[in-house]
């Protein structure tokens, strides 16, 4: 008991040790996923950061454009300027150069001025001034384009709300992609001497500026894993793209960023769509790796943690199955030795003189001799097994008249147990190369486990049969039959199947496990089909020694060999 109570206990531990590797191998692989995936999506997010930077970079860029001329103005004198136009209907050299520059950029088309005394737009006695850049100065225009005038009063809205607070001496705005206008502001009256309005190009910004800008920036999408479309949203219309080869389409492609332009055409807006780029294709490439050797590490120490469980489970089993087998044949072996000795004592004592007595004392003794003969010559074959010492001596023979033999020599004492036994085989069988003792051997145990689990009916059948290139030969009983699930088992050394009967029945789990080791020594092997309160059958297949034949013709042999010249025949010319 000490010891099964300690088996049980370290199965327990194994069983503990087991749970906790498994549970220490998933969280160490949740962990690893998480990481791997959580490096994935911030070196995605780093990418789409970087390309978001060029998109806001790209705006500054275009407005850029538009400030080129205009970036001294604010170290003018706004004063100087109104003093200058109030007295010669023009601005300083200094500021002309300026316009001039800005007239010379085919960004523009015309340059307005309309001074804050002025309101030709609703006014058609006001003077709206148009600048010549060949005369270098301003002249009135008698008809104002309603452009002008729609970018006028956005200009004058915009600085009448914040004048007050401003701290600069001009304020740009935007009328969408039409035109730029400048207010020119006087800090100290807080009042705007007049505005400036720079109509634009339209298709020259976007030919020229943007798609340009577009295509160097942004370049290839099969390089840059960027597609980025100039949408004026208004119209619905697509003006630009980074690369033409990708027609905007939402339901195709996913928009995952907006730009707008800094303070400047409001109509339009920029959509980007970001496909696989290099450094994402690399980082999933990275990341399926990653996942594949850590699945695959995974696999492996889940197999070597099942595998060290398995051993160690079948080791115990093992233990158990030899402890039980020592406690066994211990009792086993006592017990004839106690019958012997009691009847020898008796005889030499000579308390019997009895002949009658004398004959029974003597079977007593012979009988459990020979049943301790059986034991030990079976712990002598799993110790020849075991050491790989166990004799082979093959030869041609016909199995039918083996088992005919076997059949005859044992007859009597299977039926000395109340069992009737039936025997049947099929004509004209092929020879095989097998050892007869063997055979015997085979046979023995098959008949004695059917003899000793078989509690109802007793009933044992031995049959011959020819099957394709094989011989077969099944003892079948029907008796208490086992269970599906033992048995794969029962062939192991040590094992019995556990229920009330082979706790009553003697026996150490062994004779199964010798007849499988001596079946596959004669190239054969073994199947059993069982059902519970039904019977099991146990069939043992040897190949036939010539294939192919349907019936085996002795007169392939000299007619005056005998038995003794067939057993030494080379088996070679038979396979």
Known sequence: MPFFNKMRKLNSVRWLFLSLGIVAVLALTAMNIYSLYALRESTIEAAKDNKKSQLDEFTFQVRHQFGGPFREL???????????WNV?????AHFIDVLGKASEDPLYDDIYYNP????????????LYKFDPELKMFTMVDEVPDLVCDGFGISNSRVKALIDEYRFNNKVTFDAHRSMNLALINLDDKVVIGHLNFTINRDYLINEIIDKKLKEQFGPTDKTGIVVWLRDWIQDDILSSSDEQYTYNRDVYEIDMRQRFPEMLENWILHASFLQSPTVAATNASLTRNLIVLGFAVIVLFGALVFM????????ELAQRQAGFLANITHELKTPLAVMQAAGENIS??????????????????????????????????????SGQTVL????????????????????????????????????LPLVMIDPDHLETILNNLIENAIKYSSDTKQIDIQLTKNSDDVEISVADKGDGMAKKVQKLIFEKFYRVENSLTAKTKGHGLGLAIVKNMVELNGGTIRVE????????????FPALIKGQDQYEPTSFAPQSTDSEIKNIDSKQYV
Not at 116 to 127: E, F, V
Not at 309 to 316: H, L
């Open 74 to 84: 604010r170290k003018l004198d706004i004063e100087k300027l109104e003093s200058s």
């Open 88 to 92: 010669s209907g023009n601005f300083p």
């Open 116 to 127: 804050s005394d002025s309101d030709a737009c609703y006014d058609d006695t006001q003077p």
């Open 309 to 316: 469980f398995i051993n160690a489970q079948r080791e115990r």
């Open 349 to 386: 004592d000579g308390r019997v003189k009895d002949g009658q007595r004398l004959k029974s004392y003597g079977e007593h003794i012979y009988n459990e001799s020979v049943r301790l003969r059986k034991m030990i010559e079976k712990l002598l074959d799993v110790a020849k097994v075991d």
């Open 393 to 428: 001596e093959q030869a041609p023979h016909q199995l039918d008249d083996l088992v005919t033999d076997f059949v005859k020599s044992n007859k009597q004492y299977i039926q000395s147990k109340g069992f009737d036994l039936n025997f049947d085989s099929d004509s004209d």
């Open 530 to 541: 069982s059902t519970e309160g039904k019977g099991s059958t146990f069939t043992v297949s």
